[in-house]
């Protein structure tokens, strides 16, 4: 029980006391200061890569504990309102290190993934993960293949339903990815190969043809 | 005396909900007529929420199939809140569109006659509207919502809920939470809300006893405001000149016999004590403005019933 927990939500690199906390957070909610668990989420997702794509889950699963236990929405609103100070400052970030910024973009979406309203995206958030899509299709990104990593990886998660919100954002993002594929010249092939197979992927209705997914994954192993 | 004096204060603080605050005097805020006599409608103000919703202006990044425009100094804690409410309140007409539907067609064996009505608050058959009077309007919903989850969001609907399970809830004995569906006037659904929620305060935790009694002495309040009102109206409000003893004396008659019914045998001593009490309460809602009228009523009341 206990490690499937932490495997569920991937906690393991918090310290003990930590995990104590978000255990409990998620069995009896009301019993927590549900700011503090939030904040630690938040601080956490901001600097660990792993974490930050996974994050998502663990506050969902804190928010309708919440829900049903008190009525409240506590680290719903603090876990959004943190992230709305991270994502205004997301251009310092950027500059100051890599890995949070690519930190920041993935707990966002992925945030956006999990965290739905009524079963529904939550749209206060269409805009802000189109701006880091944006972002990281300009070309001072698209130079550097870990921002470029980033930028795929959060449209095979939610490329769809990103594309569903705002179908004239995701062809304008588009065109920008043709762009840099076409024209950029200090893209690495790692890079390029990236792009396309992004390219290819949303072309098939977001999912890849048995032919593309062999020409980009045969070397990967099960 | 002092103590009518304090009770009744809290009553003259402008209450943001309070549909008839307007104008910049606490005497004004009683008024139903403006200084120059004309009838002030009671429901033409906004709530200052209604308010920043019609005047949002578009954030440069509003999207084409976003639901509407996003005010850009919103955080996002509310922004998502605000979308519950509004997924919520179309979630639930989507179902009461449905109940009302297979309230007309019965899709299985269950008999509706004309009569019987559904358990389900949501459902009498009695009452049942055609199509076209269920309330549609988002804004309005959505107000209604709130207004429901603040009452909703209280100890003493936790308590009512968690002692009086649904199918023991009688009619008229327990509250009931409005339906907010049903097609009623603005003044009609608050008094509503209103009366639902001085209901529920019966399951207050035993500690706030004292609101209890404040909260039923509030609408109490609301019908004698409402009657002296007429008494403010009949009469020159601007000048500080006692009116015709004609007129006071029938007007003081008239608030006096409503406000405190005068059984047949009452001494004039137990008549002069209600009476301070009342002008007590006159002075404090009018905010000091009344003094002069209130002797000219004294004197001409006190007139009136030596004569009874």
Not at chain 1, 13 to 37: H, I, M, N, R
Not at chain 1, 133 to 146: G, H, I, P, V, Y
Not at chain 2, 152 to 179: C, F, M, S, W
Not at chain 2, 254 to 263: G, M, R
Request: charged residues 30%; glycine residues 4%; aromatic residues 10%.
């Amino acid at each position: 029980m206990e490690n499937s927990s932490k495997e569920e939500y991937k906690i393991q690199s918090f310290d003990l006391e930590t995990q104590k906390l978000l255990k409990t957070a998620l069995k009896d909610p009301g019993s927590v200061d549900l700011e503090k668990v939030s904040n630690v989420i938040v601080d956490q997702s901001l600097e660990d890569q792993i974490f930050s794509r996974e994050a998502g889950r663990i506050c969902y699963t804190i928010v309708q504990a919440e829900a049903k236990q008190t009525n409240g929405n506590v680290f719903r609103r603090n876990l959004l309102n943190r992230l709305q100070q991270a994502f205004k400052a997301r251009e310092e970030t950027r500059k100051r290190s890599t890995q949070e910024w690519v930190c920041l973009v993935s707990f966002i979406c992925n945030i956006f993934d999990y965290l739905k309203v009524n079963n529904m995206p939550m749209m206060a958030l269409v805009q802000p993960v189109y701006d880091c899509l944006f972002r990281l299709a300009q070309s001072d990104a698209l130079q550097n293949e870990e921002e470029v990593d980033c930028l795929v990886l959060q449209l095979h998660r939610i490329g769809d339903q990103l594309e569903k919100m705002n179908m004239q954002l995701m062809d304008e993002l588009f065109s920008l990815l043709r762009d840099g594929f076409l024209l950029q010249e200090d893209l690495s092939s790692m890079g390029r190969l990236l792009l396309l197979e992004i390219l290819e992927f949303r072309a098939g209705g977001w999912s890849l043809s048995e032919t593309a997914q062999k020409y980009y994954y045969s070397e990967v192993t099960d | 005396t002092m103590s009518a004096h304090q009770k009744y204060r809290y009553e003259n603080d402008c209450k943001p909900d309070e549909n008839r605050n307007k104008g910049a005097s606490r005497w004004s805020q009683c008024r139903k007529r403006g200084a120059d006599g004309s009838l002030r409608t009671s429901h033409a103000v906004e709530e200052p929420g209604k308010c920043s919703q019609s005047s949002r202006r578009p954030e440069s990044f509003t999207t084409p199939e976003s639901e509407g425009p996003v005010s850009r100094v919103k955080n996002w804690g509310d922004e998502v809140e605000a979308e519950e409410v509004r997924s919520n309140v179309q979630r639930d007409a989507h179902r009461y569109r449905r109940r009302i539907l297979e309230a007309d067609f019965p899709q299985r064996d269950r008999k509706i006659s004309s009569g019987s009505s559904d358990s389900r608050d949501s459902r009498d058959s009695k009452e049942s509207p055609a199509k076209g009077d269920i309330e549609s309007d988002e804004a309005t919903l959505i107000r209604r919502q709130k207004q429901i989850n603040y009452g909703k969001n209280t100890l003493a609907y936790d308590r009512y809920i968690k002692e009086i399970p649904k199918h023991l809830r009688q009619p008229g004995v327990h509250p009931k939470t409005p339906n907010k569906f049903k097609k009623y006037s603005r003044r009609s659904w608050d008094q509503q809300i209103k009366l639902w929620r001085v209901k529920l305060h019966a399951w207050d935790p035993p500690a706030e006893e004292g609101n209890d009694v404040q909260q039923i002495e509030e609408i109490d309040l609301g019908e004698i405001m409402d009657f002296e009102l007429d008494v403010e109206c009949s009469g020159d409000t601007e000048s500080p000149c006692p009116i015709s003893s004609g007129a006071s004396l029938a007007l003081a008659e008239v608030i006096f016999t409503i406000c405190y019914p005068i059984p047949s045998k009452i001494s004039s001593n137990s008549i002069s004590q209600y009476f301070h009490f009342f002008l007590f309460l006159m002075i404090d809602f009018c905010g000091g403005n009344f003094p002069c009228y209130v002797l000219g009523y004294t004197h001409f009341v006190y007139t009136a019933f030596d004569n009874f």
